[in-house]
Nanobody
Framework: QVQLVESGGGSVQPGGSLRLSCVASGFNFKNYYMSWFRQWPGREPEAVAHIDATSNNIRYYAQLEGRFTITRDNARNAVFLQMDNLIVQDSAVYIC???????????????????RGQGTRVTVSS
């Protein structure tokens, strides 16, 4: 049974930090690009960051590089998102997703993800 289980969300004040984790099971993790998406109410999930199977290629969206850092640990079948200097607009449900490594690295939309987690909620407020 395939599972992507996120954790690490919660409430934090502006300027704070959170580290999200996503643990995968039921598929060959090393053969997949991993991504974090985030979703606001009533909207489709938007990409936050992607990391390829070997961590050699990483891409961030919405000028998040510098505040967010995506990493993965293939030995633990896990992908992480370190979020620093959080702002109110970062409040969302954060969801990890897996795209097969044969997917075009330059085009990894939510709809093409083979596996998706349920998400973990992040709330940034004072």
């Amino acid at each position: 049974q395939v599972q992507l289980v996120e954790s690490g969300g919660g409430s934090v004040q502006p300027g704070g930090s959170l580290r999200l984790s996503c643990v995968a099971s039921g598929f060959n993790f090393k053969n997949y690009y991993m991504s974090w998406f985030r979703q606001w109410p009533g909207r489709e999930p938007e990409a936050v960051a992607h990391i390829d199977a070997t961590s050699n290629n990483i891409r961030y969206y919405a000028q998040l590089e510098g505040r967010f850092t995506i990493t993965r640990d293939n030995a633990r079948n896990a992908v992480f998102l370190q979020m620093d200097n959080l702002i109110v607009q970062d409040s969302a449900v954060y969801i990890c997703a897996a795209h097969p490594a044969q997917t075009n690295w330059h085009y990894l939309p939510w709809t093409a993800a083979e596996y998706r987690g349920q998400g973990t909620r992040v709330t940034v407020s004072s």
